[in-house]
Every structure is written in C-alpha cells, then in structure tokens.
C-alpha cells in the first residue's frame, strides 16, 4: 500500500511501459499516411486556442505555451535544452507539437499517457510555468473575451475549473496536423519521390533498418530504446540544469537521486534497469523546422543524426554499425527532409485586455 501511495503514477507508467514493449507485433512494421483529421468540438479548441498563447496562465504571467512551442517552428523552440520557468532551466529539449494526438507516450521519457494530463503539467510544474488552477480561473474571469469563450465552450452557467483550462487546450492541439508531406503523396500513390528521396526510403525499410523503430503514421514505435545519445555538455555545467534534473527524478520517486548523473530517461519512470538511458522513439515528422534534434538537442542537422545512427551511436547503444556510403546517408536525410512539410499558418490571436478595474465586481 505504501509503495503505492508512494509511487503510485511511476509504478502504473512502468506497467503500461512494460506491456507496450512486450507486446509482440505480428506484422512487419509499416510506413502509412497521415489519418483524417480529429472530430474535435470547436468552442473548447478555440479556447484552447486563445489559452495556448495566453502568458496569464503562467505563475507570473511571463511565458504561454507558445514561449517554448514556437508555430513558425513547428511548435520546438529551436533551443538544444529548453528554458525552465524563471530561476530555472531544464534538462531536455522541446518536443515539437504536430500531429501530437497520434502519439501514445508523450515526453521524451514516457511519463505522459495523455494530452489532457501532458496539458496539466505543462500549466502547473514549477519547472515549465508554475501555474495555480484557482489563480488561473480568477484571472480568466476578469478577461472579458476569454470569458466568452470560456462561457460557450462549457456553459453559461456551472462550475469553472482549472480542467476545463487543460481539455479545451488539449483540444486545440488535437486540431493541429502536419500537412501532407511528398511521402504522404508518394504513399497515396500519387506522384513518386524525387530519386534520392525513393532511394533514402528504400534504405530506411531495408538495409538501414531504420523503420524497426520508426513506424507508422508519425514514424514511431511509441517505445524507449537507449543510443547513448552523449549528454549535452550544459547539463554538467549548468547547475541549474542538474537541480532540475535530480528534482525530476526524486518526484518520480527514485530510490536515490542524488547519484545519478546524467539524464536516465525512461529508468526514472519505470524503474527497470533495461531502460537506463533510453527514450522514447521521436516521430520523424517536420524535422525541418525542429532542429536541434535529440532529447537533448545534441546534433543540429539531420546529417549528424543519420552520421550517429550509422556509427552504431554512443556507449550501450542498442543500434548496430551500418557502414553506409556517404551517398546512401545522403539518400536518407533526402527521404528525411521530404517527410517535411511546409508548415501552415497558425493565426496567433490578439492579446486580450484585463477588465477595467471600476468594473470588477466585490
Ligand atoms: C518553459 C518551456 C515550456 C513551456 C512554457 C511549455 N512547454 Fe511543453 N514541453 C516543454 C519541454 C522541454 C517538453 C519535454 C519535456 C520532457 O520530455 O521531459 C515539453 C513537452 C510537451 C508535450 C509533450 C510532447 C511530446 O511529444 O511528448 C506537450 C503536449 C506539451 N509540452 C504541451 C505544452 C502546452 C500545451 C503548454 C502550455 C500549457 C506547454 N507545453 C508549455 C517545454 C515547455
Ligand atoms: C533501435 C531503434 C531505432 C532505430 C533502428 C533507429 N532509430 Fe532513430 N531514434 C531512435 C531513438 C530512441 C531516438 C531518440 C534518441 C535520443 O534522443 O536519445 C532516435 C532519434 C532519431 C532522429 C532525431 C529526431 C528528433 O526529433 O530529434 C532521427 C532523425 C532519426 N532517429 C532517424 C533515424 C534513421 C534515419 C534511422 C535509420 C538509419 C534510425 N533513426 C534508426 C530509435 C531508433
């Protein structure tokens, strides 16, 4: 009971962790199209969207979503190593945020199961905006427009919680797609890849070996392997960046924190030693406007990590050597950047003004 109470959301991420890689597929993996876009219930996702740039969610009202999850970069921030909220820093890099409904495990080490709880996080962790629901409902009440939105999305009248902040959100980033790449065409059968791109896509299924892991319509497995990505140098140098680390890992009740150097990934969360190290499989969507690449933002073009997979990666990495020509890790990074496409505009709405004080009601 008390190991329960005491790490009650690593013990349940670890089974559900351990159930997904068990889990043996009995078909060869597959690269497949984009599905149709989400059914989503348009007032919660326009709130969500008027909520996702808006800064007065954080603590100090200095930093949205948006701060980190840049659209004109693919919702990444284009930082190795993200910023922490003020007086932090973290340790990973941000992720991307297109097509983000497909994915199964959210964070790099897993620790996410869903959108409307990645969302939570996001709000509430001292670390990302220090967020307070209560706080942030009052100051939503006292904005004139985001009440109207808030009023049609959920009711004139009822309760106001902080969740509704976290599903309307969710249900905006439900909206959000990566538009069709040439992949999707060439998949679709319509029209074929330019020859170095047909060639580099021949390689990643066959001899490369690539898609054993990256698979399906966002080319993930949703499953942690280890590469021995080496650590991004900061996180050593940069105090602050090893606090926020070894706070990361005690909230996730590791037994001894304070040993570790280092990020460890998914053994934070589940516990198990075969996952010491080791990340959950990124999607290789829209890498072109997500650069620097990694958990922790290691490589900076897609030429270094097509280069790392090839050596075999670092120290303890499950990858082997691959020996590839220069011209067939050309080929790869073409079939890489022809799985980009060009992002579509994300109209950022205005700021919306505080009600004049004469008018707040006691
Ligand atoms: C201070 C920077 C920062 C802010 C502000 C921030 N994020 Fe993040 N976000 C990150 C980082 C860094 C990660 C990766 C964390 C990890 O893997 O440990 C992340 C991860 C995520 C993920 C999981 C993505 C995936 O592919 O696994 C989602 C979803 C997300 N953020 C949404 C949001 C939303 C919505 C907001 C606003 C409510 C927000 N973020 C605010 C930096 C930030
Ligand atoms: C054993 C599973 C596995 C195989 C095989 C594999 N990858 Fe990866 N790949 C990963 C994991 C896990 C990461 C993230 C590692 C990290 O951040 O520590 C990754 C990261 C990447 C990234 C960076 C994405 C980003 O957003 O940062 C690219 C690009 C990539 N792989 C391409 C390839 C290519 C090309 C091949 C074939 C040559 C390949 N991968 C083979 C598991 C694999």
């Not at 219930?41 to 007065?56: D, S, V």
């Not at 080929?331 to 579509?344: C, D, K, R, T």
């Amino acid at each position: 009971m008390s190991f329960l109470r005491k790490g009650s959301r690593a013990a349940l991420t670890a089974c559900i962790l351990a159930a997904t890689s068990t889990a043996a597929s009995a078909q060869p993996p597959l690269l497949t199209p984009l599905p149709a876009p989400a059914a989503v219930n348009p007032a919660r996702a326009e709130l969500g969207r008027h909520l996702f740039f808006e800064p007065r969610l954080s603590g100090d009202g200095s930093r949205s979503c948006a701060s980190c999850h840049i659209p004109s970069q693919g919702f990444s921030d284009g930082e190795p190593l993200s910023r922490g909220y003020n007086g932090t820093e973290y340790f990973r890099n941000a992720p991307g945020l297109l097509s983000v409904r497909l994915k199964s495990r959210l964070m790099w080490d897993g620790r996410g199961t869903n959108l409307v709880g990645a969302v939570r996080e996001m709000v509430l962790s001292g670390q990302f905006m220090n967020g307070n629901a209560e706080i942030i409902v009052e100051r939503i009440r006292q904005i004139p427009h985001l009440f109207m939105l808030w009023r049609r999305a959920f009711g004139e009248s009822g309760e106001r919680r902080g969740d509704q902040v976290f599903q309307s959100i969710a249900e905006y980033l439900t909206t959000l797609d990566f538009g069709r790449s040439p992949v999707d065409s060439a998949l679709g059968g319509e029209g074929s890849l330019p020859s170095l791109a047909d060639e580099g896509m021949r390689l990643f299924k066959g001899k490369a070996g690539c898609i054993a892991c990256h698979h399906g319509p966002l080319l993930s497995d949703g499953r942690p392997h280890r590469l021995g990505v080496p650590d991004h140098a900061a996180l050593v140098r940069d105090p602050l960046r090893t606090v926020s680390l070894l706070s990361h890992y005690a909230e996730n009740g590791l037994a001894n924190p304070m040993v570790e150097r280092g990020d460890i990934g998914v053994y934070a969360i589940n516990k198990n030693g075969g996952d010491r190290g080791s990340f959950i499989t990124p999607g290789l969507r829209g890498l072109s406007h997500t650069a620097p690449y990694m958990h922790n933002g290691r490589y900076d073009s897609l030429d270094e990590v097509v280069d790392f997979h090839d050596r075999g990666g670092g120290p303890g990495s499950e990858l082997r050597p691959l020996r590839l020509t220069a011209h067939e890790r050309r080929a790869l990074v073409a079939f890489l950047q022809a799985l980009s496409p060009p992002l579509q505009d994300v109209a950022e709405p205005p700021t919306h003004e505080y009600l004049p004080v004469d008018r707040i009601r006691r």
